[in-house]
């Protein structure tokens, strides 16, 4: 059974930074991309980033471009997500996701940047 469990998320100022983690189980994680997605109140999902197999190539959505880095460690099973510059709109929860497209996801952790 797929497991992914997110921790690091929290209430932050603007203009701080978070860690996000994963936690992966239940497949063999380096055989897939991982992705991060969001969700703020009363949106729909937005996608954040994407990591390949091996961490060799990374995508981010345009708004998080030089603010968020995403990175894995496959002999932990875990996958990244460090957020810098923080901004209010960055408040929702975040999901870390098997694939892309995503297939399975997490319970999600919530970051909170007041405004």
């Known amino acids: 059974e797929v497991q992914l469990v997110e921790s690091g998320g929290g209430l932050v100022q603007p203009g701080g930074s978070l860690r996000l983690s994963c936690a992966a189980s239940g497949f063999t994680f380096d055989d897939y991309p991982m992705t991060w997605v969001r969700q703020a109140p009363g949106k729909g999902l937005e996608w954040v980033s994407v990591i390949s197999w091996n961490g060799g190539s990374t995508y981010y959505a345009e708004s998080m471009k030089g603010r968020f880095t995403i990175s894995r460690d496959n002999a932990k099973n875990t996958l990244y997500l460090q957020m810098n510059s923080l901004k209010s709109e960055d408040t929702a929860v975040y999901y870390c996701?098997?694939?892309?497209?995503?297939?399975?996801w997490g319970q999600g952790t919530q970051v909170t940047v007041p405004s």
């Open positions: 996701s098997l694939g892309d497209p995503p297939s399975h």
